[in-house]
């Protein structure tokens, strides 16, 4: 919807539209376990309502409260949420991601075919890092798409990740190392980058070269440190986060398909818009990063 002046919001605009949350419980206590929300029909009966498409947005979210490097000794483990491990995740996670980007796109959208538009890929808002896929069919269900990305992920896990060979994630390393070094391209580039730093308190304007300094020291024992405790399904400290949008036509089939999720354990939230919000009140604050104070890196 964009941005919405409270003063001016009608409830009455989202009448066509149904909100249902599912929530699965995890013993993780800041994010309160995996949370779905699906989308019936459309916000505005003026806007495209014969859509066929579907569409499912998939973030598995990471907790810098329980992230700890594999390759870290026991005693070293912490619960703190220090620029030193934001920027050891945020390169685990870089790595993880680049590793599944070709995998993924080649086994849902050129050999299932699942939609035209397959993306996936890592992000941090607001503090919270994610890797997350996106999928839009005309095909196929959310919940179905739902599955699939479940299932490329097994598959992904077994088959590439588990027995990856040193030369070869070395040289996926190097790949995610020049790619976070790369110049800007415009003075408008560099000043967006600046003032993600201001924004986000931490001051940290030369990221990216201490990032690829990081990014020199993951491990593949790191790497799957992080998907099996965060992305695998039966994951300790996984955080899944599903927006669900179903097309025209698509409904009937998938509704079981969403129906055998919830039977698998998935709680109820609510139905609507309110019950998002009490949801959301009732989940704790992720507490902010300490802003990046070494004087002899920063600039």
Known sequence: MGKVNPANFNADDLRTTQWVGIVEDT???IFEGRCKIRVYGKMDDRVDPENPE???????????NTFTAS????????????????????AVLAVLSHLMEEPCYDQLRTKEQLGYMVWSGSSKTYG?????????????????LD??????????????????????????????ILTATKKDTSLYAQAGRFWKEIEATSCMFNRKFIAAEVLATVTHADVLSLFENSIKKDGG?????????????HGEVDDP????QQDAGAILVGSDIVSMDAFKSRSALFPPVAPFVAASKAV
């Open 27 to 29: 013993a993780d206590d």
């Open 54 to 64: 579907s569409a499912i947005q998939s973030s598995y979210q990471i907790n810098p």
């Open 71 to 90: 390759s870290a000794s026991a005693s070293s483990t912490t619960t703190t949420t220090s620029a030193d491990t934001q920027l050891k995740m945020g």
């Open 128 to 144: 919270i890092y994610s890797l997350w896929f996106v999928i839009q069919s005309t095909e196929r269900g959310p919940a179905y």
């Open 147 to 176: 599955n699939r990305i479940e299932h490329f992920l097994t598959l992904f896990y077994n088959e590439k990740l588990l027995n990856m060979d040193a030369e070869t994630f070395q040289s996926n390393v190097q790949a995610c």
């Open 237 to 249: 400290k996984r955080a899944k986060v599903s927006a669900h949008i179903v097309g025209k036509g």
């Open 257 to 260: 398909l969403f129906a055998a």
